[in-house]
């Protein structure tokens, strides 16, 4: 099960997010996720968990060519240089020769240095170190930015996406230009969203549970969701979405939930180092 990146490389359809979990927590999620049948596994610098995540990718029964790890560039290492050796360091920690996903984590348009760091991840492709390059949290202005000066697209924009902030032109912007939307919060941290009538409902007409309800409908909007949990049972649930579909008329029920907003930082604004 997996989606086609604009570079032609596939990339799997869900994931696990593993923010905030330590190197000790990661290890054993990953572990266990991975005999789970999860193949797409997200960290970031800033996370502080590449070493755990890494082990778990050292020992897993699996080839390394059936996983898809994921990791993101820090804010302070911004800049052409910088970001290389951010790369470097990361690739260290998780103790692999390559990454399959690399993402430039935030924007930060007040420093000014995300094309220039774009520059180097198109260099990190080119040296297959990096499979496939991308970003997240970034908006189309910033995406076109990027693209205009390198004439290099991001195969993937990872930003905030659930029932609650659906956003909706962002996804029409990434569905134009041959981007994969990739879903961060997909269960709204699992605040209100999993207790909303709306998700209860479904998942009671559907004998499925209501994160399983959410994650369906990301699936079913073609993105790819990677909810977290360190939870055995919680992780086997949140996997087990590809074989139940929602309606149209289930989506839209979905839709009325709209409204919540942000639980994250805003593109134009977030400062993270
Ligand atoms: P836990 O790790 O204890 O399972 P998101 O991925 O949207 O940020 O949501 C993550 C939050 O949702 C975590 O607090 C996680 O807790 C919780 N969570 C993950 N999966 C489920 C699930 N299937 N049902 C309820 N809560 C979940």
């Given at each position: 099960m997996t989606v086609?990146?604009?570079?032609?490389?596939?990339?799997?359809?869900?994931?696990?997010?593993?923010?905030?979990?330590?190197?000790?927590?990661?290890?054993?999620?990953?572990?266990?996720?991975v005999s789970l049948g999860y193949r797409l596994i997200d960290t970031a610098a800033s996370y502080g968990n590449e070493r755990g995540v890494g082990a778990a990718v050292a020992d897993a029964p699996v080839a390394r060519e059936e996983l898809f790890v994921t990791t993101k560039l820090r804010g302070s290492q911004h800049g052409y240089d910088a970001a290389l050796r951010g790369f470097e360091e990361s690739r260290a920690r998780l103790g692999l020769d390559y990454v399959d996903l690399y993402l430039i984590h935030w924007p930060l348009p007040g420093r000014d240095l995300y094309a220039d760091t774009w520059r180097a991840f198109v260099h990190l492709r080119e040296q297959g170190l990096a499979r496939s390059i991308g970003v997240s949290n970034f908006t189309p202005a910033q995406i076109e930015r990027v693209a205009d000066e390198t004439g290099v697209w991001p195969a993937v924009n990872q930003v905030e996406l659930h029932p609650g902030f659906p956003q909706r032109d962002v996804r029409a912007w990434h569905a134009e230009h041959d981007i994969v939307t990739e879903s961060w919060s997909p269960l709204g941290a699992g605040r209100k969203l999993l207790d909303e009538p709306a998700v209860r409902d479904l998942a009671a007409a559907h004998g499925r549970t209501p994160a399983q309800v959410v994650l369906?409908?990301?699936?079913?909007?073609?993105?790819?969701?990677?909810?977290?949990?360190?939870?055995?049972?919680?992780?086997?649930?949140?996997?087990?979405?590809?074989?139940?579909s929602l309606s149209p008329e289930d989506m839209a029920r979905l839709d009325t939930l709209d409204g919540a907003g942000r639980l994250g930082g805003d593109p134009d604004t977030h400062v993270e180092l």
């Open positions: 086609m990146l604009a570079d032609g490389r596939p990339m799997p359809r869900l994931g696990l997010g593993t923010w905030p979990m330590d190197d000790e927590e990661a290890r054993p999620a990953v572990t266990h996720a369906r409908w990301h699936a079913q909007l073609g993105a790819v969701p990677i909810p977290k949990s360190a939870n055995p049972e919680r992780m086997r649930q949140n996997f087990e979405v590809f074989d139940f």
